[in-house]
């Protein structure tokens, strides 16, 4: 089957690092993926878009890299904040659908 | 207003009811998307609609399960027979053009919903 995997373990850094988050895909190379950010309580929020042509996006502080050969996307915040605090949904795009993938938490302490 | 509303916020229905959740998407969005989020979880799809036409019901769990969106704005997603399993977070998701490879979509607050 077609997978989008995250880590699902907590990832926990200090205020002012950069933090990396993963997603993995198997058995299929999707063209596009998406980053979405979830607050507690609270819908996703859309982040940034990146298709396979692209190998790195950028907005202000976050950066999204593509490896086609790894089967790969990293999200990078860098000078993170506590604010940047939540978690993290990876989606790939399929058949006009997204397909999420389980969310890496990411807590930056002060 | 400017996002996607869904109501209502919380549901608590006795098993075996019928239950009728709502989504009204950004006014003038093509597409409206049905998804379901466990605890600790990424959303899960359920089905789709181009304007007022389902494109995709494949994520639907069983018959009990059924979606519409007769004049390709408001959608109604109503479970039938409630069941336990069916306590979860239902969210709606809207995007102003066909196709999520070039476009974002945006999703409303939820309907929690407890079946009892």
């Known amino acids: 089957s077609q997978k989008i995997e995250q880590n699902s373990e907590a990832l926990n850094i200090q205020e002012g690092k950069t933090a990396t988050l993963t997603c993995n895909y198997t058995n299929y190379s999707p063209a596009y993926l998406q980053w979405y950010r979830q607050d507690p309580g609270r819908g996703p929020v859309f982040l940034l878009l990146?298709?396979?042509?692209?190998k790195e996006k950028r907005k202000e502080r976050l950066k999204v890299t593509f490896d086609t050969t790894l089967k790969q996307s990293l999200f990078h915040i860098t000078a993170s904040q506590p604010a940047d605090s939540a978690t993290y949904l990876c989606a790939r795009t399929g058949y006009n659908k997204l397909i999420f993938g389980a969310g890496t938490r990411l807590a930056v302490h002060p | 207003g400017a996002g996607v509303s869904q109501s209502p916020r919380y549901k608590v229905t006795k098993r075996g009811q019928d239950v009728a959740l709502r989504c009204d998407p950004i006014s003038g969005h093509v597409s409206l998307y049905w998804y379901r989020q466990a605890l600790g979880q990424g959303p899960e799809f359920l089905t789709y609609?181009?304007?007022?036409?389902?494109?995709?019901k494949s994520g639907l769990p069983n018959d009990r399960f059924s979606a519409e969106r007769p004049e390709g704005s408001i959608s109604t997603l109503t479970i039938q027979r409630t069941e336990q399993r069916d306590s979860a977070m239902y969210r709606c998701?809207?995007?102003?053009?066909?196709?999520?490879?070039?476009?974002?979509?945006?999703f409303g607050q939820g309907t929690r919903l407890t079946v009892v």
């Open positions: 998701a809207s995007s102003l053009e066909q196709g999520l490879q070039v476009t974002e979509a945006f």
């Open positions: 990146i298709r396979e042509n692209e």
């Open positions: 609609f181009n304007y007022e036409a389902q494109q995709d």
